[in-house]
């Protein structure tokens, strides 16, 4: 081969080589872009998918917020304010979803466990017991839509159990409660319970708080609606809460606040209060803390809406703020009503109570004095083999002189038209009750609207003693009057007033209360989750 033939040759297959490499590129082009647009398709499809996941599952998520919230809304609730819905509610997300999570909350309410036909619901006033179909009830199904953007609404469905519970009316949440007069002079003691665990706080509400005095001591809250002169070492572990002036004197030792609402607070001798006083003005006036340049000790702050003057010689822990327009808008809250008991031998059946009818014949009164002597009720009780008893005799205002101990051995109610007992009268447990651990109740009631002209006070002197395991509840629209060392575990509550002198002693439980017909209101619990489904809408 010539020189020039092998030139051309080569020249020829090199045009051949690169012609070669030229397919080769193109087809790794081809690859590569292949490859690169599955990748974005996946990538994009797997973005659209975790969006949808991440929608459906804030759907979800937002369905059960919704469901959480119902049964907040229903429990504590009272059977006739228990909710029928929840209101649409946004959730917002986060910027990059956009928008928000919203839920709302429907409840059906039923009568039985099987959840048939609903009641009626109508979240004012419900009136489950008079609906169509009537009935308390027992169970709800709670469904919650949830929804986010850009995916279907998730619907998620919860069946509940739902029970009513038993909650006294707040009256009964005191040791003593008056709307009339409290007066407590000479020793007088209002103790919380001891433990483990304590007993409720032993607080007193007064519609008015007439004395204070000479070594009382109560161990939780003080309340009166009108103005309080506490004066000559009273101690009060609470807080003073008065509608009206109050004026605080001698060793007297707060270790609570002071609230004068609509009044003015006035210091004068070496009182000690360890937390604050506040003094608001009301229309008729007050507002102002005057110390009258005395030794008072104050361990928080002085803050009224007025004048805050001579306080030279106190000593104060916290800030002085007068004209302090932050307090103005502070408010007495409502006065609570006084409960009105009048239990009746078909309500006493109904609680379980063997019911007892004394003092309704011709011999009334004859019967009142011979049934009420203790060893009547003894024989009376033993006959009956310890069960529940209630003794109605609404027209009896038995007496007693300390001749023999009252024995309880059962839950007992009293419904009398007023009792007085003088001497050393004594209410003991069997003595079962001691080898046993059992407490008994005792609650003596003098039924509402008992006229107080012709009677109807409770009326306990010279020693009057209730056992440590009785557990007693005293109800008047009258008076109730202690004196001379009487003492007792349980609460009292008088219409017109209470007077407690003497060195009375009050232990306070209330016990006893919810075993009285009225005494209680129905609340609404949920007590379990029974079931729950998810599905889409």
Partial sequence: MSTKQRQRWRRRRGRDDNGQ????????????????????????????????????????????????????????KTIATLPCLIAP????????????????????????????VPLACNGSANTFGTGTPPGAPASAILTSTGTSPNTNPVIMKETVSVAATAQLLPAFAFAMFSPGTVQLTSNVAVNQMTGPPLGPVPSIYGGTLSECTNGTVVEGNVTSYSDVNVNSNCTIYGNLYVQGNVSISNTVHIKGNVYAYGGSVSLTSTPTIDGSIYAIAGSGGGGTINANTNAVTVGGNLDATGSITNISKATIGGSVVPNDAAIAGWVMPPQIPFPQLSPTPASLSAAGYNVIQVGNTLLGQVSCAVFFLPTTLVSLVNSLLSTKTAIYAPTCTPQTY???????????????????????????????????GTTYDLSIIVPYGTSCKKGGDINFTNNTEFDPRINVLLYTPCNAVFTVNPSMNGQILAGTGISATNQFILNFDNLAAFGVPGTTIAQAAVVAVKSKTVSSG
């Fill in 402 to 436: 300390g001749l023999t101990p009252f024995i309880v051995s059962t839950d007992m109610i009293w419904v009398l038209g007023g009792i007085q007992t003088t001497g050393t009268t004594t209410f003991v447990a069997s003595p079962l009750t001691a080898l046993l």
């Fill in 89 to 116: 509610t946004n959730m917002p997300l986060p910027q990059t979803a956009g928008g928000n999570a919203t839920y709302s909350v429907t409840i059906a309410y039923f009568s039985d466990n099987a959840a048939t």
């Fill in 21 to 76: 490499a030229l397919i080769i590129v193109v087809i790794l082009s081809v690859a590569l872009i292949t490859l690169v647009t599955f990748a974005v398709s996946s990538s994009i499809a797997n973005l659209r998918s975790s969006t949808n996941y991440a929608n459906t599952s804030q759907a979800q998520f937002t369905a059960y917020s919704g469901l959480s919230q119902a049964t907040n809304a229903m429990a504590g």
